[in-house]
C-alpha cells in the first residue's frame, strides 16, 4: 500500500536553530515528493519538489530536502529557524503510478518557533 | 501573484441540507481538484476535474457529490443531503498541467472552507 508517514506531529524550536521535520513514505513506484506549508488562515504554499532530478532540493524561504531512496525519506531542514517558520508543513507525495494530479497528504507537523 | 480563493472560509449548516462551496482557480489553469481535511486527520483527495468533466474521483466521492464549472471562473463543489461526517476543512486546487510530475508544474491551494454540519 502506498503510504506518507510525518513521524512528528508537533515540532518546537528556539529561533536560530536547525529544523528538521522527518516524513518516509511507502511505494512500490517512483514518487514525486512534495512539502506545503500552512500558515493560519492561509492556503497551502508548495515549499518544493523532487520529481527525480538532483536529490537535494532547494526550496523557498531557506528550506531544503533531500530524496534518499535507500531510506525511503524525504525529511525537510533548515539550518536556522525563524519566527515566521511558525506553521503547519505537510509532506505530499504523487506516484507515477497514479493518475496525474492526485496527492497523497501525511497528516501534518506543526512547527513552532520560541524566541 | 496569483492565487486560488475560496468561498465562504466558514459554514455552518444542517444536517440534511444541501451546500455548495465555491472556488476561483487561477486563470490560465485547466485542472481543479478538491480535497478535504476531516479534523484530525490527513487531507484526502475527493476529485479531479478538466475538460468539463470528472478525470478521476476518490472512494469518499459518492453520488452525495457533484462537482462543475459553471462558468469560465468558478469551480463548485456540491454536497447534497449533509452528513454530521461531512465536516471538515474542504480544500480547492489548480493546476495549469495534470503533469505534477513535470518540474515546472504544481498545484495552487486554496485557504480552505470550513464546513460544520450541525
Known amino acids: 500500500a502506498q503510504s506518507v508517514t510525518q513521524l512528528d506531529s508537533h515540532v518546537s524550536v528556539s529561533e536560530g536553530t536547525p529544523v528538521l521535520l522527518r516524513c518516509n513514505y511507502s511505494?512500490?513506484?517512483?514518487?514525486?515528493l512534495f512539502w506545503y506549508v500552512q500558515h493560519p488562515n492561509k492556503g497551502l504554499q508548495l515549499l518544493l519538489k523532487?520529481?527525480?532530478?538532483?536529490?537535494l532540493v532547494k526550496g523557498i524561504n531557506g528550506f531544503e530536502a533531500e530524496f534518499k531512496k535507500s531510506e525511503t525519506s524525504f525529511h525537510l531542514t533548515k539550518p536556522s529557524a525563524h519566527m515566521s517558520d511558525a506553521a503547519e508543513y505537510f509532506c505530499?507525495?504523487?506516484?507515477?503510478?497514479?493518475?496525474?494530479?492526485?496527492?497523497?497528504f501525511g497528516r501534518g507537523t506543526q512547527l513552532t518557533v520560541w524566541p | 501573484e496569483p492565487e486560488v480563493t475560496q468561498t465562504p472560509s466558514h459554514q455552518v449548516t444542517q444536517m440534511g441540507q444541501e451546500v455548495i462551496l465555491r472556488c476561483v482557480p487561477i486563470?490560465?489553469?485547466?485542472?481543479f481538484y478538491w480535497y478535504r481535511q476531516i479534523l484530525g486527520q490527513k487531507v484526502e483527495f475527493l476529485v479531479s476535474f478538466y475538460n468539463n468533466e470528472i478525470s478521476e474521483k476518490s472512494e469518499i466521492f459518492d453520488d452525495q457529490f457533484s462537482v462543475e464549472r459553471p462558468d469560465g471562473s468558478n469551480f463548485t463543489l456540491k454536497i447534497r443531503s449533509t452528513k454530521l461526517e461531512d465536516s471538515a476543512m474542504y480544500f480547492c486546487?489548480?493546476?495549469?498541467?495534470?503533469?505534477?510530475?513535470?518540474?515546472?508544474?504544481?498545484?495552487?491551494f486554496g485557504q480552505g472552507t470550513r464546513l460544520t454540519v450541525v
Open positions: 511505494s512500490s513506484y517512483s514518487p514525486s
Open positions: 523532487y520529481t527525480s532530478a538532483a536529490t
Open positions: 486546487a489548480s493546476s495549469e498541467w495534470a503533469g505534477i510530475n513535470d518540474m515546472n508544474t504544481e498545484a495552487f
Open positions: 505530499v507525495v504523487s506516484w507515477r503510478g497514479s493518475t496525474l494530479g492526485r496527492l497523497y
Open positions: 486563470s490560465n489553469h485547466l485542472y
